[in-house]
């Protein structure tokens, strides 16, 4: 089923439910066509204000208890979000409308660390160099053969939590994917990975399970990256509705209280952060209201309609927000 937005609601790779017309019956935008910013500003420009889109590619209810969802699917980011109905946790970017996922950051212990035993790891590394000398390379990216300690989290198909953690260990690395090792077959098409790197870094990653394979007894795990995973407590999201881009701006609302008369400087609760494209799109798109002073509408700030203006602060790394 179709959607009906604003043109400051649509967002590029929206895709065209119908086409779109001007008043003499020419065709601006051929239905299916994938929107882009420059066909927004287009349609802005000729005084539309709403367009007609086919679904966005949605996570809609939870598969546990069927409560709504909404989250975006991972595509290049993601957050974790718990289910307020069970509590079930899914990964995906910000919701788009009315949700009832909530923020939740990921504390994992692994319930067992899983390594292979001398003779096993022998058995494995006969097996698996076999394999690369007869095989076809299919990543893009050089491999790297290093160990390293990975928490590993079995995703279902929604991206939902469907498994324990375990510690396992890598086989090899590259920029787009890994290789681990397992003492048995990861029969799940999705896995949320934490590498621990040196030096007390830490990287977080969502990957697809391209390969399992028999190596001797143990098994060669092939993983593909898909997103990048960013807690909620390091890197607060964009408060734009879909967005899920790690925020740039704090904002803050100047406006003159109506019942004091005094000039008021506080936090933007409507919408308390932005990333750097919604920011530019909030200044591009921003109207100043006739017959008022120092008074603008924006496309994503002051949704209470205060009498004032935006201001922006940039968020500093070592901040801790409240995103809930």
Known sequence: MCTTVTISEAAPGDVLAESIYDAETTLLLREGVALTNQML???LTRGREWV???????????????????????????????CNGCGKVYFGKAPESASSAVPADLTLEPVKKLDLTAEEEAA????????????VEQRKHERHAVKLPATVLPLDGKF????????????DISQGGACLRHTEAFDHPYAYIHFKLPAN????????????????????IGLKYTSRVIEHSDHPPCSVAGCGATAAYHAHLYYLDSESGDLTFEPDDSCPQLCHEHMLENERLAIERPNSIASVRYPHTNRNGRKGVT??????????????
């Open 52 to 82: 007609r889109i086919e679904p966005r590619d949605v996570l809609d209810d939870c598969a546990s208890c069927g409560t709504q969802l909404a989250l975006r699917k991972p595509n290049g980011v993601a957050r974790p979000w718990a």
């Open 160 to 171: 939902m939590i469907s498994g324990e953690p375990v510690e396992l260990t890598t086989q």
């Open 124 to 135: 494995f590394n006969e097996v698996w160099e076999k394999n690369q000398r007869v095989g």
């Open 311 to 324: 201001v922006y602060h940039p968020v500093t790394r070592c901040e801790k927000l409240t995103t809930a």
């Open 201 to 220: 870094r830490e990287l977080r990653m969502l990957a697809k399970v391209v390969r399992n394979r028999d190596c001797g007894g143990a098994w060669e």
């Open 41 to 43: 500003d287009m349609l």
